[in-house]
């Protein structure tokens, strides 16, 4: 008798190890396959010719479509074998040949998808990645390992990230966009390299940002990237002053806070004066 709850359904053509963990009411679709060492939550949906292996969680209700491969080994020639992990949180829904790829060994030794969020078709997701809850990764996707995206952030179609790079929460990368450096949180960045032109106003909006609050992030921006095109104080100076003249906006602090920390990558460079006055006054 199997040890699985009587609500699974599994597909006759699928594989799934007898040591696998699954909760109720999951369903594994034809040619699926399902490692040993796998957890699946609670209303799990594998469509079809799904692949997950390695020492992976997936959290409930999550939905993952064809040809999808999830806990497989990383891209990277110092991997050994070593017992990394991958996870997916609660209500996540991953289309169609996406992969993702476990921990390394020299990284955190985890990638983490985290909850509620929408990956679409055919992006990759790398080794030791670490993807906040209600991120939207548009088609065709690519980042490099170790890259970490914040709560909300929008990563539109064909974008590339660097390895290493940061992505603050709710930001927003634009289509067909090289992102070689960080995001600041609710940055908005475009171009073929990656260059700032203000804050995702449209996502702020919808959070329910108050106009106060925008208001506080227009002048706080305005401050930390001079539309003159010539820096009238260095960083530390202008970073020193917001971080003075703006003690209330939680989400202005926030944005300090990211932007001081140590950093492989540097901070993306802001778009010429034209484009930032053109992008914040339209905002």
């Known amino acids: 008798m199997s040890k699985w709850p009587s609500t699974v359904s599994i597909h006759p053509s699928a594989l799934v190890a007898p040591e696998a963990v699954l909760g109720e009411n999951v ?13 699946l939550g609670e209303g799990v949906r594998l469509h079809a010719s799904v692949i997950i292996d390695g020492v992976t969680d997936i959290g409930a209700q999550v939905e993952i479509y064809p040809f999808v491969t999830v806990g497989l080994a990383p891209q990277d020639l110092k991997y050994r074998g070593e017992p990394t992990r991958c996870s997916i949180g609660a209500h996540t829904v991953i289309r169609e040949n996406v992969t993702i790829h ?9 990638t983490r998808v985290g909850s509620h969020c929408l990956i679409m078709a055919n992006a990759h997701v790398a080794h030791d990645c670490d993807i906040g809850d209600g991120v939207i990764i548009v088609n065709n996707v690519v980042m490099g390992g ?3 995206i914040g709560d909300g952030a929008r990563i539109m179609g064909a974008a590339a990230l660097h390895q290493f790079v940061r992505i603050g ?16 949180p609710y940055g908005s960045v ?39 095109g010539r820096n009238e104080a260095v960083l530390e100076s202008r970073l020193a002053a917001v971080k003075r003249d703006f003690p209330e906006s939680a989400r202005v602090q926030e944005i300090i806070a990211f932007m001081e920390v140590q950093s492989r990558r540097g901070l993306v460079r802001a ?11 339209g905002a």
């Open 271 to 281: 778009a010429s004066p034209a484009q930032l006055s053109a992008e914040t006054e």
């Open 146 to 148: 170790h890259v970490e």
């Open 190 to 228: 475009l171009g073929n390299r990656a260059r700032l032109v203000g804050l995702h106003w449209i996502w702020l909006r919808r959070q329910g940002v108050s106009a106060e609050e925008i208001q506080q992030m227009r002048r706080a921006f305005r401050i930390l990237y001079p539309r003159t």
């Open 27 to 39: 369903t594994i679709g034809p040619w699926c396959s399902v490692g040993p060492e796998v957890s």
């Open 169 to 184: 929460r709710g930001a927003l990368v634009g289509g067909v966009c090289g992102v070689e450096a960080d995001v600041i």
């Open 102 to 110: 476990r921990g390394t060994a020299q990284g955190t030794a985890l």
